[in-house]
């Protein structure tokens, strides 16, 4: 499982400062959600490597380094909209 997230990380499907989930790590690796476990051990030998860092406030595992700056429309893409309410909510229709 190490070895999945590991070349995950350096193909850039995880990118540096986001966030990791240990139960959607254990599914894209093709175990079944029970294996959790395994997951978080996996973030923890990466952790000894430099590759995944977790914060001392809430443990969350993230991929170690900055995360990039994207600008807002690439962050959060088709934002207008996302919400059934939240045109109406403006007076828009």
Excluded: Y
């Amino acid at each position: 499982m190490a070895d999945h997230l590991r070349q995950a990380i350096k193909k850039g499907e995880h990118p540096a400062g986001s966030w990791l989930s240990a139960r959607r790590i254990a599914v894209e690796a093709g175990c079944s959600e029970a294996s959790v476990e395994r997951a978080f051990l996996a973030l923890r030998d990466l952790e000894a490597e430099g590759l995944v860092t977790f914060s001392p406030s809430s443990g969350r595992p993230r991929v170690a380094g900055e995360a990039e700056n994207a600008d807002r429309p690439t962050r959060i893409p088709a934002r207008a909209g996302m919400f059934p309410w939240s045109s109406r909510r403006r007076g828009r229709r």
